[in-house]
């Protein structure tokens, strides 16, 4: 998948970590603050800063803010003297959330730190030994979520996971669509947080594999019983040899064939590939179409997507991602389909975070975010969709296509989609072309 890596440390922050021989006289100083949203910044200095601070001292601070707020920490300066093997001999400064887990330990003088938390409860600790000599200048402030700067190390922090109801895709709703799509095979009432799927719960979702594989490296959506969509960087480097790419229709488990009678491999005869993306690798338009060798037979458990028959504002509104990508940045690729719901967020939102890579001007994108989930290696090219109330059905929204690397299990940035609505012409002009009949469904207007 293509991706950006970061180092990306916003949900715990360490200078020093070194032995700390104490004395009964340590002098423990126990700050509880509570911030309040806005401009005003509070600071957090050493004992007698600016001067080296002196030996047996312990500050800590418990740090909450107000509901729909993150906590920015800024350092002007932290220094922790450093001894020639690169420890730390004056002592420790630790800022953290809830579980106080270390993500790194720096050593020396830093100048310049500038971290926003996930979450609106911090801890701040500082201890310095016997020894004494180490010193630190910094300010802390509540942010209103949306107003932290391109450079934070944490993004927004969203509600947890809507219920997914097992009416969802069952029943039709209110409005038709012009041929039957988007439905889904639910088997109970459960919540969806990064959780396996029902067997052929999704019938248009697939994976890509290379021939003779047995792990897919993306994800797509059927669009009609000859074509596929998915991203073009998941087969830019099969465009000129399509037959050696084959769809996974109806799988669950790619490691077990005895889940689902429903399953096959289908071989490409042709992929047509964005050619602005081809040429110039730009997200907004990471989108590519798939020709199969043969038709598909549509029943129960394979079948299309929706594709929107109009622009849609889904911002605040949960969609679904669907796939087989790791359930970690650098785990490994789930054996199972599995889905997670997140939030679309205003690509204003998301330029903060990502600065020019997001054009306002000419909006081909779809951010989403919700806290500590999202897209993960092995989804790119999946299905992206949004549960359409007037119809019960789900629509195709966006394609994943950019995402974030962190260390762990942490997802801090929001994810880059290439929105759907905005190719709907070429999406039709390649079906026309491609040798293939192909009607794709839609709700009725």
Known sequence: MRASRYLLLGLSFVTCLSEISGHDEVVDFNNKWRLRAGKTELPLRSVMYPKPSPG????????????????????????????????????????????????????????????????????????????????????????????????????????????????????????STTCPCGWANKAELRVIGGKETDINEYPF??????????????????????????????????????????????????????????????????????????????????????????????????GPVCLPNKQLNLEGSYVKIIGWGTTTSRGKLSEHVREVNIKAITLKKCRDFYGNLIDLNEPRLLCTYTKMKGIGPGDSGGPVVWLNPETNRYTLVALPTYIALYDKDQHIYPDINTDIWTHLGWIQDKIQNSGQEGVTCTAED
């Open 56 to 175: 047996n001292i312990i500050q800590t601070w418990t740090i909450s803010a107000p509901p729909d707020t993150v906590i920015r920490l800024t350092c002007q300066e932290i220094h922790m003297p450093k001894l020639r093997d690169g420890k730390c001999q004056g002592g420790v400064f630790i800022f953290s959330i809830e579980d106080g887990e270390i993500r790194k330990s720096f050593c020396g003088t830093h100048t310049g730190i500038d971290y926003i938390s996930s979450t609106r409860s911090v801890f701040i600790y500082n201890r310095i030994n016997e020894a004494g000599g180490g010193r630190f200048s910094c300010t802390i402030r509540a942010l209103s979520l949306g107003t932290g700067p391109r450079n934070a190390r944490s993004a927004p922090s969203e509600e947890q996971d809507q219920i997914d109801s097992s009416e969802h895709g069952g029943p039709q709703g209110a409005v």
């Open 205 to 302: 979702n697939v994976g890509l594999t290379r021939k003779g594989a047995a792990s897919p490296h993306c994800g797509g959506s059927i669009i009609t019983a000859y074509h596929i969509l998915t991203s073009a960087h998941c087969v830019s480097s099969f465009v000129n040899k399509p037959e050696a790419l084959e769809v996974m229709i109806g799988e669950h488990n790619w490691k077990s064939q005895l889940e689902t009678v429903h399953s096959s491999r289908v071989a490409v005869s042709k992929i047509e590939a964005h050619d602005e993306f081809l040429k110039n690798d730009k997200s907004e338009f990471d989108i590519a179409m798939l020709v199969l060798s043969k038709k598909l037979e549509f029943n129960k458990y394979v």
